[in-house]
């Protein structure tokens, strides 16, 4: 069946006008022997201004990479990113981190910052050239003022004076959000927000990125391997396998079983969502019978 990509050569037609577009980007890690596949090939699509855009496939298939080169992490091979009609590429650090804002993967802090010191640093972009400029003390009003809000968006206010280690993985992953609108940017990329968070943190992550969206009026580009989160949380979705675009499209084009199939060599059951009447995907896995589990005890 043919897949709800753009055009016949297999790649998604990039909006004039986007927040952020991809235009046939190409990108090999350098210790990738070149007679290898691309980590990412000929990838192109764009995100509209205030879309909420989701980035799925199966492991190894191009999805955090992709992210980096949005934000200028990483330098495309072949291909351009723009960021509100600006190639990525010809822009200065400070100049990108003045547009978007990155929240990685969770991970455990590197050095003993506390909540406040670690939001403040979303302000680094915004402080005047020189050393002396960069420092705790140095923070302006404006500063102050964008930290502080920043911090009760996310609900982290109590835990400013804490150290950052001494936080949970869901307390630390809205720490992080926190110091990504500190910087006040337009477009804002999440890899894998609700990766390693329990159940009760995964929902406040989800209900957090919906309002941020709606409330700040951000771009939002994130990376999720919870095909259920993407469904919940995003306007379209980026299918990607082994480096390429298999399609996009919105929730209830893509999460389809044929293509579902495709992508991840899997069957799966797919029904609507109670509340939202979007597709939810379901692992066709047969419970274990009573007989089963009375035999081994449970």
Same mark, same amino acid.
């Given at each position: 069946?043919?897949?709800?990509?753009?055009?016949?050569?297999?790649?998604?037609?990039?909006?004039?006008?986007?927040?952020?577009?991809?235009?046939?980007?190409?990108?090999?890690?350098?210790?990738?022997?070149?007679?290898?596949?691309?980590?990412?090939?000929?990838?192109?699509?764009?995100?509209?201004?205030?879309?909420?855009?989701?980035?799925?496939?199966?492991?190894? *298939?191009?999805?955090?990479?992709?992210?980096?080169?949005?934000?200028?992490?990483?330098?495309?091979?072949?291909?351009?990113?723009?960021?509100?009609?600006?190639?990525?590429?010809?822009?200065?650090?400070?100049?990108?981190?003045?547009?978007?804002?990155?929240?990685?993967?969770?991970?455990?802090?590197?050095?003993?910052?506390?909540?406040?010191?670690?939001?403040?640093?979303?302000?680094?972009?915004?402080?005047?050239?020189?050393?002396?400029?960069?420092?705790?003390?140095?923070?302006?009003?404006?500063?102050?003022?964008?930290?502080?809000?920043?911090?009760?968006?996310?609900?982290?206010?109590?835990?400013?004076?804490?150290?950052?280690?001494?936080?949970?993985?869901?307390?630390?992953?809205? %720490?992080?959000?926190?110091?990504?609108?500190?910087?006040?940017?337009?477009?804002?990329?999440?890899?894998?927000?609700?990766?390693?968070?329990?159940?009760?943190?995964?929902?406040?992550?989800? *209900?957090?990125?919906?309002?941020?969206?709606?409330?700040?009026?951000?771009? %939002?580009?994130?990376?999720?391997?919870?095909?259920?989160?993407?469904?919940?949380?995003?306007?379209?979705?980026?299918?990607?396998?082994?480096?390429?675009?298999?399609?996009?499209?919105?929730?209830?084009?893509?999460?389809?079983?044929?293509?579902?199939?495709?992508?991840?060599?899997?069957?799966?059951?797919?029904?609507?969502?109670?509340?939202?009447?979007?597709?939810?995907?379901?692992?066709?896995?047969?419970?274990?019978?009573?007989?089963?589990?009375?035999?081994?005890?449970?």
């Amino acid at each position: 069946m043919r897949m709800p990509v753009a055009n016949e050569c297999g790649r998604a037609q990039v909006m004039e006008g986007a927040a952020v577009a991809v235009e046939r980007v190409s990108f090999r890690y350098d210790h990738v022997p070149p007679d290898r596949r691309w980590t990412v090939e000929d990838v192109s699509f764009s995100i509209g201004f205030g879309e909420v855009l989701g980035i799925v496939g199966p492991n190894g *298939s191009g999805k955090s990479s992709l992210l980096k080169l949005m934000a200028g992490l990483l330098r495309p091979a072949s291909g351009a990113v723009f960021v509100e009609g600006r190639a990525v590429a010809t822009l200065t650090p400070s100049d990108v981190a003045g547009i978007l804002a990155v929240v990685p993967q969770e991970q455990p802090p590197l050095f003993p910052f506390s909540v406040a010191e670690t939001v403040l640093m979303g302000r680094f972009p915004h402080r005047k050239r020189g050393w002396w400029n960069m420092g705790v003390g140095a923070e302006t009003e404006a500063d102050l003022v964008a930290v502080h809000q920043a911090m009760v968006e996310t609900d982290v206010l109590a835990l400013a004076d804490r150290l950052l280690s001494d936080l949970s993985g869901g307390e630390r992953q809205r %720490v992080l959000i926190a110091r990504a609108l500190a910087q006040e940017p337009d477009i804002l990329l999440l890899d894998e927000p609700t990766a390693f968070l329990d159940l009760s943190h995964q929902i406040d992550m989800c *209900s957090l990125v919906q309002r941020l969206a709606r409330e700040r009026h951000l771009t %939002v580009g994130l990376v999720t391997h919870d095909l259920n989160v993407a469904s919940l949380l995003c306007d379209r979705v980026v299918m990607m396998r082994e480096g390429t675009v298999r399609a996009i499209g919105t929730p209830a084009e893509i999460l389809r079983q044929d293509i579902l199939h495709d992508v991840y060599g899997c069957d799966v059951m797919i029904d609507r969502h109670p509340q939202t009447g979007r597709p939810r995907v379901t692992l066709p896995i047969q419970a274990p019978q009573d007989e089963h589990r009375i035999r081994a005890g449970t």
